[in-house]
């Protein structure tokens, strides 16, 4: 239940959506929820004594099993009127379902046209980009995040308006060429996939995606999950992304994160900026609020003039979370123009914050 749960609608007009299809299929039971965004699939082994289908609340039907005892086999049966038997131990439930006919049908996952490729990458890369899109739902196309194949590598881009984040790597078929906008809800149902079958960033093991005009679908183990593509032209990224840098200093990825976690404590409320300011050999941290002050430095290489520039410590906190590396390379133009944070030794990564008003 839980792999399908995500799909279920919880705002809806239709009824039956608040159901989850079960039916036997070469002698597997298959389960399928959605809310005609998205929609799951998922397989099940059983024994398989006589074919057939129904829909079941599915609310309650998870209720019910988080009620019985671990361990102990289920056995379900439907009567010809669409009631629903469970039987576990001595225990017996009686649910009410509705007939298939009235369950919306699932697009079917087209192999042919899809392609395999490495979870491990696919899930970092996702888990690099989703945080910085927009939960605005009236900027629908940021509500995404940008997927671009080309020669072989596939480029991630995510944006709020504020930030940026972008993970590119040689992870695709070189004949697989496409640009389209995937709804962060399944990305972010994807990485819990990940996570409910224990599966790291370094693994190997292979996903199937298939990607069509208004359509993305992945295929891992016995799941598969759908969804309808954000329609819409993504924003001309590229030309927020610095082109160059005046100033470029390495920093510790750790220590960079602590010390903003420290001064993000005085910032005033969730929307204060922090203060970094460069002098020669050092990075000086700071933020006040009405009843709150902080200030640290950290020892950097750095010979140039004092720089004074200021950031949202969220946004800068977020981006070195998602920075795998020991160290960070952070750029800088004026104080008014966005700031790009790359990994040190690691091509491919890039995170472009907006600075805010000292």
């Known amino acids: 239940m839980q792999t399908i749960q995500s799909a279920l609608s919880t705002r809806t007009t239709l009824p039956i959506l608040l159901n989850f299809l079960m039916e036997t299929e070469n002698s597997r039971v298959k389960v399928v929820s959605t809310d005609l965004e998205m929609g799951v699939k998922h397989y099940i082994g059983a024994e398989v004594e006589t074919d057939g289908s129904i829909t079941i609340p599915a609310r309650k039907f998870s209720d019910i099993l988080h009620s019985l005892p671990d361990n102990q086999d289920v056995e379900l049966s439907v009567d010809a009127g669409g009631k629903i038997q469970l039987k576990c131990g001595r225990s017996r439930f009686g649910i009410t379902g509705a007939p298939k006919s009235e369950y919306p049908i699932l697009p079917e996952f087209n192999k042919q046209n899809a392609f395999g490729a490495e979870v491990g990458v696919i899930g970092n890369m996702i888990k690099k980009t989703i945080f910085a899109a927009s939960s605005d739902e009236t900027r629908h196309v940021l509500n995404g995040v940008f997927w671009s194949a080309k020669k072989g590598v596939l480029e991630m881009v995510s944006t709020d308006g504020r930030r940026l984040a972008l993970a590119a790597q040689k992870a695709v078929p070189k004949e697989k060429e496409f640009q389209v906008i995937v709804p962060i809800k399944i990305l972010a149902e994807f990485l819990k996939l990940l996570t409910h079958h224990e599966i790291k960033s370094d693994s190997v093991e292979k996903i199937l995606i298939g990607v069509t005009e208004n359509q993305i679908a992945f295929q891992?183990?016995?799941?598969?999950?759908?969804?309808?593509?954000?329609?819409?032209?993504?924003?001309?990224?590229?030309?927020?992304?610095?082109?160059?840098?005046?100033?470029?200093?390495?920093?510790?990825?750790?220590?960079?994160?602590?010390?903003?976690?420290?001064?993000?404590?005085?910032?005033?409320?969730?929307?204060?900026?922090?203060?970094?300011?460069?002098?020669?050999?050092?990075?000086?941290?700071?933020?006040?609020?009405?009843?709150?002050?902080?200030?640290?430095?950290?020892?950097?290489?750095?010979?140039?003039?004092?720089?004074?520039?200021?950031?949202?410590?969220?946004?800068?906190?977020?981006?070195?979370?998602?920075?795998?590396?020991?160290?960070?390379?952070?750029?800088?133009?004026?104080?008014?123009?966005?700031?790009?944070?790359?990994?040190?030794?690691?091509?491919?990564?890039?995170?472009?914050?907006?600075?805010?008003?000292?």
């Not at 990825?253 to 910032?267: D, P, Q």
């Not at 906190?317 to 998602?322: E, P, Y």
């Not at 004026?334 to 091509?347: K, S, W």
């Open 220 to 358: 891992l183990r016995e799941t598969t999950l759908l969804s309808r593509l954000v329609g819409g032209s993504f924003p001309r990224y590229e030309q927020v992304i610095p082109a160059k840098k005046d100033i470029s200093i390495n920093l510790e990825t750790k220590e960079f994160f602590a010390v903003t976690k420290r001064a993000s404590l005085c910032a005033v409320d969730r929307g204060g900026s922090v203060k970094y300011t460069l002098k020669k050999g050092s990075l000086q941290v700071a933020a006040s609020s009405q009843n709150l002050e902080f200030n640290d430095e950290m020892p950097i290489e750095y010979a140039g003039d004092d720089f004074q520039i200021a950031f949202n410590p969220t946004f800068i906190m977020d981006a070195l979370k998602h920075i795998d590396t020991a160290k960070a390379t952070i750029g800088l133009t004026t104080p008014v123009n966005p700031a790009l944070l790359e990994p040190v030794g690691e091509e491919g990564t890039r995170f472009v914050v907006m600075p805010m008003r000292a």
